[in-house]
Structure formats: C-alpha cells, structure tokens
C-alpha cells in the first residue's frame, strides 16, 4: 500500500503536466446546457445533406478542443473518409452503424445504440449509416477535417 500511493500520486501528476497546456488553450468560459437548449442548424457542407449540426463546445476550425451533436434523419449516410484529429464519438440517441475500412459496406458495420461510443486515432478509414434518426455528439481537436477516400463522394464537390 506504501508503494501504492506515490505510485498514483506520480501517475497524476504526469497526466497535469501533459494536460496542462492543452487545458490553457481552451475557450476562458464554461458552457452548461440541457438538450433544451442546443439549437440545432443545417449541417456542415462537408457531411451528406439532411443531417444537422449543434456546436456545444470550442470551434472545429481553430486550435483546441471542441464538442458538437450531429442529428442524422432515417436512411442516413457518410461514405468512407477519414479525419486529421482523433475523433471520439458517443451516441446520445437512436442506433448509428459504423464501419471501418475505405469501401462502404453495411454488412461490415457494428451497431452501437444509445450510451455506446467509438473513439478513434487520426487517419481511421470509416463510414456511417444510420436507418432511424439518430444524434451523435463528437469530441474532437481542431482543426479538424474530413477527406473522403474516394473523392468523388466529397459533398463539397458537387456544390
């Protein structure tokens, strides 16, 4: 038990010194809010039409951490792509399927229903389908991004 202790007292201390600047180059306000709350808009040009968007937390397009819900309708997808950041994502509601890999394929995607979460290390080839509405909320650093493995399957292009 000797041992125990300043074996966890270090271990905490090592986990603030690594997080201590990532900590200073958050936003200098806190944000508190019920689902009643969050205003949903359009959703971004860089994910299929149809889905919408409620930032929670940060800026995905500036240094730091940031939090956003994505609402999906019924029928819902995004084709095989990848992203710069680590990107954590738990579904608040409905059932979203996600697989891995550069070529989309339902049949090769798990299920994961409310309160189940997919975290994953920048570069992961993945893809999205969800058959009923569904939100999801993302945690992530900006800046991020979104490349599609096939190009053509970039709803920026076709804008």
Known sequence: MQSFIPRVTLCASAVLFVLAPALAQQQSQHVMANSSDIKWTAGPSSIPK??????????????????????????????????????IVTVVSGEVNFGMGATFDPAKTKALAAGGIIAMPPGTQHFVQSAQESVVQVSSRGPWTIAYVNPADDPRKSQ
């Open 50 to 87: 149809g889905a919408q968007v409620a930032l929670l937390y940060g800026d995905p397009a500036k240094d730091g951490v940031f939090v956003l819900r994505l609402k999906f309708p019924a029928n819902y997808k995004i084709p095989p792509h990848t992203h710069s950041t680590d990107e």
